[in-house]
């Protein structure tokens, strides 16, 4: 069978399902790689793989293995030198190697936007210990945020209000870091307005971007997100400014999930993800192409149309509050019938599940945000998981 291209996906959760999906829609053939067996994106691949994505040799044979056209990392936790050598092989690493290993900590990216690019940012301090925990608190000052500089969805972020919460935040954040880099970083909090994931998307004829999205986060972790976010043109105009200036600095083509906080008018660069983004499932529902399509047309270097907004949208989590490894769904019916707007459902397919997991995502279309995002919630609140108790 002839494929247009072949990927090979690092990473295979929800957010690599869809991509698998817009990709093979485009041609392309799709082996999808992760730690555990039946991963969502394996099961809508071409093959796939079986492996911790931080054993180098075990990346490295994968890659040399399959010898795709492009290697697309969907999780932030792999052995980005790896990647660097592959790419210095002649591999296509997506979007490059260096916005991979920039990324995967946040002390790399923090130090492109802040230090190379001059970005405003909030006050910070690394740390490796209480020690410079308790010295980083004192630079920012109470409350700050204290957060793994290797981690995914918020896992270990906490804010600390007062001295006496220092030593719980630190071992918190180490006990949910991924990797193995025992460092966090202390970070001013910022009273800010509201939140923002611009989607920005590099590709060969120049920098596009989606509408913002605003989102709602708990334990650290997206719970809702709506487009397009209320905001004035000219705070777009200064998001849109300095995430052209960190996607042109990191290189490649692809999607950026670029984080803002807002505070009146002031825009200030928070994180980059350099992939699909989990606010971003939004746009499932939202544009006439979704974060998915946009992320594989501009690795394929195809054409990208105009990107269009269908109108007001919404997504709402369906989050699982126990283990379980014998899932079942129940209220699809009623998910996808109520009233207000268009609605969609989709079940990740997880093979587990544990207290807090994401299963699955509501998306609404309506009349305006606020309705959607009644829709979406109620929606997602009709599907109920089964564990077979």
Not at 156 to 178: C, H, K, P
């Amino acid at each position: 069978m002839a494929f247009t291209a072949k990927i090979l996906l690092l990473g295979s959760g929800e957010l690599g399902r869809e991509f698998a999906i817009s990709a093979k829609r485009l041609g392309a053939q799709v082996i999808a790689c992760d730690a555990y067996a039946g991963a969502p994106a394996m099961q809508v691949a071409d093959d796939f793989e079986v492996f911790p994505m931080l054993d180098g040799a075990l990346l490295r044979a994968a890659v040399e293995k399959h010898r795709p056209d492009y290697v697309v990392p969907e999780v932030e936790a792999i052995r980005t030198e790896v990647l660097a050598e592959l790419e210095a092989e002649g591999f296509a690493i997506v979007p490059s190697a260096r916005a991979t290993m920039m990324t995967m900590n946040r002390d790399g990216i923090r130090e492109v936007a802040a230090v190379e690019l001059g970005l405003r940012t909030s006050r910070y301090r690394y740390a490796e210990s209480l020690e410079e925990v308790l010295a980083g608190a004192g630079h920012t000052g109470l409350p700050c945020v204290i957060k793994p500089v290797m981690s995914s969805s918020g896992k270990g972020q906490s804010t600390v209000r007062e001295a006496g919460a220092l030593e719980a935040a630190w071992d918190y954040a180490v006990a949910n870091m991924r990797g193995d880099r025992k460092r966090v970083i202390v970070e001013e909090f910022v009273d800010f307005d509201y939140e923002i994931t611009l989607l920005t998307i590099r590709t060969r004829a120049g920098v596009l971007f989606c509408p913002p999205i605003g989102h709602r986060q708990e334990r650290g972790d997206y719970q809702e997100s709506w487009q397009p976010a209320a905001m004035s043109a000219s705070a777009i105009a200064d998001a849109q400014d300095m995430a052209r200036k960190v996607v042109d600095d990191l290189g490649g083509y692809g999607i950026f999930g670029v984080e803002f906080f807002v505070k009146g008018e002031e825009v200030i660069f928070s994180e980059l993800s350099p992939r699909p983004h989990d606010t971003g499932m939004v746009t499932l529902i939202s544009q006439n192409l979704s974060e998915f399509d946009l992320h594989a047309r501009a690795v394929m270097g195809l054409p990208i149309p105009s990107i269009a907004l269908r109108g007001p949208s919404a997504s709402a989590v369906i989050l699982a509050d126990r283990a379980s490894e014998a899932l079942s769904y129940a209220g699809l019916a009623e998910a996808l019938a109520v009233p207000g707007g268009e609605v969609d459902v989709r079940i990740f397919g997880k093979p587990n599940s544990r207290p807090y997991r994401r299963m699955g995502v509501a998306l609404a279309l309506a009349s305006d945000t606020d309705t959607a995002r009644r829709v979406a919630a109620e929606a997602a609140g009709a599907v109920r998981i089964g564990y077979g108790d």
